[in-house]
């Protein structure tokens, strides 16, 4: 199963992800983790996404759809995968659908996880908080400011992925404002499985 996880910044996508990984036994593709660990890897490329990722900006498409297509030749993706954070565009969408469609596959389904946008800071500062207390490293982009600029950034440009997977009848629309396990049952039901 091809699947692609939408949701603003904060709304549960990387625990669902986790999740959906678990239970189907497919591979979890977080752009996140790929574009934290060009940082950790100190390359070229990881300053540059670095500094983006401080201002709170969102990483272009062109390197991001560089790192999802040549991640896609992994040979865990073979019985499926979840993208967790990608597209985040409507021009990433297009983009991962010709990558798709030159390997001969599509998406199965785009879940999205409706939110509450003023409910999300308090998950992010949790977030923060568990990160500190397990004395683990808070993420640079958890703090307000920054997420508030993600968050204004996931309106502008990721919030009409909605509408294209819809037109493509692959949408599936889940409240992510439920608890976690109840948000989980929901998207079984949606995706069949």
């Known amino acids: 199963m091809r699947l692609v996880l939408l949701g603003a910044p904060g709304s549960g996508k990387g ?3 986790a999740q959906i990984v678990s239970r ?3 591979a979890h593709l977080s752009t996140g983790e790929m ?3 060009a940082v950790a890897s100190k390359s070229p490329i990881g300053h540059v996404v670095e500094s983006i ?4 900006e969102l990483v272009s498409d062109e390197i991001v759809v560089g790192i999802v297509a040549e991640r896609l030749h992994g040979e865990d993706v073979k019985t499926g995968y979840v993208l967790d954070g990608f597209p985040r565009t409507v021009s990433q969408a297009v983009a991962l659908d010709k990558v798709l469609a030159d390997r001969g596959e599509n998406l199965d389904a ?10 999300l800071i308090d998950r992010i500062m949790a977030r923060a908080s568990q990160a500190k207390a397990k004395g683990g490293k ?5 703090n307000p400011e920054t997420f508030a600029l993600r968050l204004q950034a ?3 440009q990721t919030a009409p992925l909605v509408d294209y997977y819809r037109s493509k009848s692959v949408l599936r629309s889940i409240d992510g404002m439920q608890a976690a396990d109840a948000v989980a049952a929901a998207i079984r039901n949606a995706i069949g499985a």
Do not use: S
């Open 53 to 56: 990722m401080e201002r709170g």
């Open 24 to 26: 189907l036994k497919i």
């Open 154 to 156: 996931y309106e502008a």
């Open 110 to 119: 785009a879940v999205e996880l409706k939110v509450v946008a003023n409910d």
């Open 15 to 17: 625990t669902q992800a």
């Open 138 to 142: 808070e993420r640079a982009d958890d």
């Open 35 to 37: 574009l934290r660990a």
